[in-house]
């Protein structure tokens, strides 16, 4: 009977893992995962999706009109307020933040201070899909919450998560040649723009626009200017051709453009540079004008890291959201965090030779490949390779029935194995032959009883 086939393809800008691009995957999110832990973080994880107005509530509008909206297919009485009102009651997470906020605040009183959590969720956006921006990313989110908003300890936890974001670029192999870490100041920019006499009411659009000046051109930029009423002096201020960036190893002290600065400001931006000063990580950092963010919870230090060239988009951003806590019913907690994708970060590696096969699938390796020369072996391997798995080991056969041992070999090598194990003539021994699939020696039979034991002795020493 004829089957009746259809093909089917992934949506736009949706990704499918195959075996490579899931090591790759999963290689990525276990440097992610071993750095998040050797600083103190613990892992936690949220919904993949949300009420809608747990994003509308204080992300801002850049995050709001990529929401994809979520409701049940099944509830009349939500299909109905759908067509009714354009809007589904839930969203597939855009980002984390609002869920954790959510989370810290239901639980702030029981919660151990200060709070380090990290989660490695996958996020969904209804971007145009392009090189580096897709609608379903990993997201590695580090926050650390009910850190101090005051004094030299406000320098100190921010810089802790800067030095963090660093620690995993150099464990990817990435250095300061290849990665910048742009540093802006939101908060400054907004008492900047209030002594401009822009209206608080104002402010949000304001900074929306400067979030989105690096990508208009320059008569958007200055139409987008007049839409929202700036005063000449205020379009030459934040004009993007007059970005100023400087390098913080090259300098003794945060420029006072954004500022007209109070002696607490002052030290506060003097803590900052000796407390990255301290921790060695000057040499990736820079304070960048153009750098704003674009979601509206944050309060202070905002950052993000972009390849050097500029030729890709930012690879991770974040900042202090000293409100957001309180915000969703919780208590003052302020926090400082943020968020790298998986997306443009796989793109450099990949573009600058740092993702090679045999490290992203060095945790795949197994351990043995094991092989029948006869008819007799193979009706014992079944066994032989299932006592091995029950010891822990990662083991693979041969599903051919060829008899060939060059070829299974063959197949044992593109296996990437570390020993082939051989059933033959010596089974009647109740022993086989292990050869070395990197050197290629191979010494005396063995008995199976010490398989184990040559196998472990062998991981040992890798
Ligand atoms: P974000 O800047 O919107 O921040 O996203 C962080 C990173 O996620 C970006 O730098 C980028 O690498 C990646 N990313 C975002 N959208 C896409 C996309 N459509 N395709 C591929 N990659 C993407 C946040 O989401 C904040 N909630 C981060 C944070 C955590 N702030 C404090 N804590």
Not at 199 to 226: G, N, V
């Amino acid at each position: 009977m004829a089957v009746s086939s259809k093909k089917f393809q992934a949506p736009k800008g949706m990704r499918d893992f195959y075996p490579q691009d899931m090591a790759v995957r999963r290689y990525i999110e276990n440097i992610w995962r071993t750095v998040s832990i050797n600083h103190g973080f613990d892992e936690v994880d949220g919904p993949t999706f949300e009420h809608l107005d747990l994003y509308t509530h204080k992300s801002g509008p850049g995050i709001v009109s990529e929401i994809f909206q979520v409701f049940s297919g099944k509830d009349e009485a939500e299909r109905a307020a759908v067509q009714r009102t354009a809007q589904a009651p839930f969203a597939l997470r855009p980002e984390f933040t609002p869920t954790l906020a959510r989370m810290v605040a239901a639980q702030a009183d029981s919660l151990p201070k200060p709070i380090k959590w990290f989660a490695i969720p996958t996020m969904f956006r209804a971007e145009r899909p392009q090189r580096g921006r897709l609608r379903e990313h990993v997201q590695w989110n580090v926050d650390f919450i009910g850190v101090p908003s005051e004094g030299m300890f406000r320098a100190q936890a921010d810089v802790a998560m800067l030095a963090l974001m660093v620690a995993a670029f150099e464990r990817f192999g990435l250095s300061a040649r290849d990665v910048r870490v742009k540093l802006g100041d939101r908060e400054a920019v907004r008492r900047r723009l209030k002594l401009e006499g822009r209206d608080q009411a104002a402010l949000d659009d304001d900074l929306t626009l400067l979030d989105e000046r690096p990508k208009l051109r320059p008569d958007e930029y200055r139409s987008r200017t007049r839409q929202l009423g700036w005063k000449d002096a205020l379009v030459r201020l934040y004009d993007p051709e007059t970005r100023l960036v400087v390098r913080l190893d090259d300098m003794s002290s945060l420029p006072d453009r954004e500022r007209q600065d109070s002696e607490d400001q002052r030290k506060q931006a003097g803590s900052l540079l000796y407390e990255i000063d301290q921790a060695e990580i000057a040499e990736w950092c820079e304070f960048d004008s153009l750098i704003v963010r674009g979601l509206a919870y944050y309060t202070g230090l905002v950052f993000e890291a972009h390849e050097a060239t500029g030729a890709h988009r930012a690879i991770a951003g974040g900042g202090r959201y000293d409100n957001l806590i309180e915000s969703f019913g919780g208590p003052s907690l302020p926090a400082c965090g943020f968020g790298m994708g998986d997306v443009v970060l796989g793109n450099i590696l990949h573009d600058k030779g740092l993702l090679p096969e045999d490290v992203y699938m060095a945790p795949l390796r197994p351990h043995a490949f094991v092989v029948a020369a006869d008819d007799q072996a193979a009706a014992q391997l079944p066994k032989i390779v299932a006592d091995l798995r029950k010891q822990g080991f990662h083991v693979r056969h041969s599903y051919k029935t060829t008899r060939n041992v060059g070829k299974l070999l063959g197949e044992a090598g593109k296996s990437r194995a570390c020993f082939a194990i051989i059933l033959g003539k010596e089974l009647a021994e109740n022993k086989a032959v292990v050869k070395n699939l990197e050197s290629g020696e191979q010494g005396d039979p063995i008995p199976l009883m010490a398989l184990v034991e040559f196998l472990r002795a062998q991981s040992r020493r890798v």
